[in-house]
């Protein structure tokens, strides 16, 4: 399968603990985004990377968030303290990061499904 | 304000029908893209047919077709000959930005979406 993966599928905390998902992007893609959706929205930008450079943050990536992708290859995102509102699905895209042209198409992950109790 | 307004929360289509999902946006910038994304039970985003703001003529992609009116600022999806696996929500997208003509960097803002049932 060459498209985006994430692991975990799901994950059920409780409230405090701290949660880490990763994500595998489509190995020549150099562009990296991650995503949140709650029930009955549309996903929610939170972040992206250029190769190993974070270059964007949404004011919705409180400091309880930290994202990282070390090599420019596969990305992890960590909630510190987690809280019954980061329940959410969170979806990872990547793209080749084309430039010179409008379409820059991103390849969506399955997601990670998170509830906090 | 939104920045993209999709007001049809559910909508109910006979197979073989044509459909027309509704998108408005906002926005100030003169170069933007437009997206629709397809999201099935499932849940995995699924890149439908994009119309970039300088793009003359409308995109077509198999059925999906996209009926852009700038001027309105409405980039309404049309699904000819609908099928039974069109059920799904339909997401808005767009990308603005003067980094877009570079190439677009930044993330996609989302609308609510509309969910799509086709009946038998």
């Known amino acids: 399968d060459t498209g985006v993966s994430q692991n975990p599928r799901h994950k059920i905390t409780k409230r405090g603990q701290n949660v880490t998902f990763r994500c595998d992007p489509i190995?020549?893609?150099?562009?990296l985004y991650w995503y949140r959706q709650t029930l009955g929205q549309g996903p929610e930008f939170l972040t992206y990377f250029q190769n190993e450079a974070q270059l964007e943050k949404s004011r919705l990536l409180s400091d309880r968030f930290s994202a990282e992708r070390p090599k420019g290859s596969f990305s992890t995102l960590e909630i510190q303290r987690t809280e019954q509102g980061d329940s959410a699905m969170y979806l990872c895209?990547?793209?080749?990061?084309?430039?010179?042209?409008?379409?820059?198409?991103?390849?969506f992950g399955p997601g990670t499904r998170l509830t906090v109790t | 304000a939104q920045k993209i307004t999709q007001t049809q929360p559910g909508m109910f289509v006979q197979e073989k029908e044509a459909v027309t999902l509704d998108c408005t946006y906002d926005t100030s910038d003169q170069s933007y893209g437009l997206f629709w994304y397809k999201q099935p039970s499932s849940g995995e985003m699924i890149f439908l047919i994009y119309q970039g703001s300088y793009d003359e003529q409308n995109a077509t992609e198999g059925r999906y077709s996209l009926n852009f009116q700038k001027a309105r600022k409405s980039a309404n999806l049309v699904i000819s000959a609908s099928q039974l696996g069109d059920s799904a929500m339909y997401f808005c997208?767009?990308?603005?930005?003067?980094?877009?003509?570079?190439?677009?960097?930044?993330?996609?803002?989302f609308g609510k979406g509309t969910h799509l049932i086709i009946q038998p």
């Open positions: 190995s020549e893609h150099n562009r």
């Open positions: 895209a990547s793209s080749l990061g084309l430039t010179g042209t409008g379409l820059d198409e991103q390849y």
């Open positions: 997208a767009m990308r603005e930005g003067p980094r877009y003509s570079g190439g677009g960097a930044d993330g996609l803002t």
